[in-house]
């Protein structure tokens, strides 16, 4: 298994409704995760970061971090046209939680529907 | 883009030229990363440096090299460009120290197309 693996494919969600976006990790260890949004063509935007088990608010976007079932999730309220995008999961690679290396997973697309 | 600029932005080289590409910050961030995003791969991680002079490889660092001689550059320099190195080139930057120290912030991107 990959350290951080999202598997979903693309989601399509009407406007209004909630997107919810799923990640998985390997090591048991990690305490850290991360959730980025990017658009067609630019760069990885830092959008919700986790560093508890639980939920984390922030607006209309909620993060999840289960630690005992080793998955993370965001969950998108009200979905906008302008939430359509592709996310990203990372979390601290093993071994490396000195040096602030990150894997990332291939992301999700995100596609809502107006 | 957290004060992180890349130059160029979008370049176009041939099969066998060298290239540097440069990643300047204004954070004073001690960590600096240089990825590469293909579809289907996401990012993968070339070259990093947690420091001035202080650098280390990545996952597919192979056909590059990286150096560091002030914090707030990193330049990425491909030795001799290759088709395979085709790719979209990002550069991340984060300062350690909990809680948030893993963060990372990316710049801009460049686009490289070698022919």
């Known amino acids: 298994q990959k350290e951080v693996e999202q598997n979903s494919g693309p989601l399509s969600v009407p406007e209004g409704a909630i997107a919810s976006l799923n990640c998985t990790y390997s090591?048991?260890?990690?305490?850290?995760f991360f959730w980025y949004r990017q658009y067609s063509g630019k760069s990885p935007e830092l959008i919700m970061s986790?560093?508890?088990?639980g939920d984390k608010e922030d607006g209309r976007f909620t993060a999840q971090l289960n630690k005992a079932s080793q998955y993370v999730s965001l969950l998108i309220r009200d979905s906008q046209p302008s939430d359509s995008a592709t996310y990203l999961c990372a979390g601290p690679l093993p071994c490396f939680y000195g040096n602030n290396r990150l894997a990332f997973g291939k992301g999700n697309q995100v596609v809502v529907i107006p | 883009d957290a004060g992180i600029t890349q130059s160029p932005r979008h370049k176009v080289t041939e099969t066998g030229t060298p290239v540097t590409l440069r990643c300047h910050q204004t954070e004073n961030h001690r960590y600096m990363y240089w990825y590469r995003q293909d579809p289907g791969h996401g990012l993968r991680l070339i070259h990093y440096s947690y420091g001035v002079k202080d650098t280390d490889k990545g996952e597919v660092s192979d056909g590059y090299s990286v150096s560091r001689s002030k914090t707030e550059d990193f330049l990425l320099t491909l030795e001799s460009a290759t088709s395979s190195q085709t790719s979209v080139y990002f550069c991340?930057?984060?300062?350690?120290?909990?809680?948030?120290?893993?963060?990372?912030?990316f710049g801009p991107g460049t686009r490289l197309t070698v022919l």
């Open positions: 991340a930057i984060s300062e350690p120290g909990l809680p948030r120290g893993s963060e990372q912030f």
């Open positions: 090591d048991r260890g990690s305490q850290s």
């Open positions: 986790i560093y508890s088990n």
